[in-house]
């Protein structure tokens, strides 16, 4: 599971990427709106943890951004303004949860497992190009109805690509969708991610083709 994590106080922080990481849940921790804004366009994430007071603005205003790129993503906000009137304007613009600081990290991980528990709202939603569909919901992709026995991490390629299926999508980009902010990648690392992929494809309806010095793009074979 990846999380993106918004806050700009590092000993919170800090604690809290220690706590999640201990259930083997991954964090991008992003200390601006702006750096958020950024991470938020790779849509790859299972659960946003949103703080209010940042640097550069309100947590809250990155939520319709959030909705857009991810409609289904669940938004809990971790904030001091904790009246009425602050947890309701969170709510209202589209968080799932709302939780006072300060709070046991026991309980916003049991909140976590509790709205991954609810179904959502929206059922299931599928990009498909030809004979590939990739279910954003389940984070899966099959073709013809078989599912294609992806790592978890390969299954986040072929999302970037579909999204922009067609165009090509920048080597940059495509580290960003696949690996964490603090993951160390070696300069073949997206080659050798993609070239299995293509292996997984091949003789299908969909490749992946290489365009030199840029990246890649996703097509329907004609
Ligand atoms: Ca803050």
């Given at each position: 599971?990846r999380?993106l ?23 991008d ?6 750096i958020?804004g950024e991470a938020a366009l790779n849509g790859v994430y ?23 790129v991810q ?82 991490r390969?299954t986040l390629a072929p999302e970037a690509l579909m999204r922009r299926a067609g165009c090509t999508v920048s080597r940059s980009a495509l580290e960003e969708a696949i690996y964490g902010f603090?993951d160390?990648i070696?300069?073949?690392a997206l080659d050798?991610h993609i070239?299995?992929l ?10 992946i083709h290489a365009i030199?010095g840029l990246g890649y793009v996703i097509?329907?074979?004609?």
């Amino acid at each position: 599971m990846r999380v993106l994590l918004v806050e700009d106080e590092t000993d919170m922080a800090r604690a809290l990427i220690a706590a999640l990481g201990r259930q083997d849940i991954s964090v991008d921790h992003a200390a601006t709106l702006e750096i958020a804004g950024e991470a938020a366009l790779n849509g790859v994430y299972d659960v946003a943890l949103l703080d209010r007071k940042l640097p550069d603005g309100d947590g809250l205003s990155l939520i319709p951004l959030l909705r857009r790129v991810q409609e289904g993503l669940p938004i809990i906000v971790l904030s001091a303004l904790s009246s009425s009137d602050h947890r309701v304007a969170g709510l209202d613009i589209g968080a799932d949860d709302y939780i006072s600081k300060p709070f046991s990290t026991d309980e916003l991980l049991a909140r976590i497992r509790a709205i991954l528990r609810r179904p959502a709202q929206l059922g299931e939603t599928f990009i498909t190009l030809g004979e590939l569909r990739f279910n954003l919901t389940a984070r899966c992709a099959e073709i013809n109805g078989v599912l294609l026995n992806l790592t978890r991490r390969e299954t986040l390629a072929p999302e970037a690509l579909m999204r922009r299926a067609g165009c090509t999508v920048s080597r940059s980009a495509l580290e960003e969708a696949i690996y964490g902010f603090d993951d160390e990648i070696a300069s073949n690392a997206l080659d050798t991610h993609i070239s299995r992929l293509r292996g997984k494809l091949a003789g299908g309806e969909v490749a992946i083709h290489a365009i030199k010095g840029l990246g890649y793009v996703i097509r329907a074979v004609s």
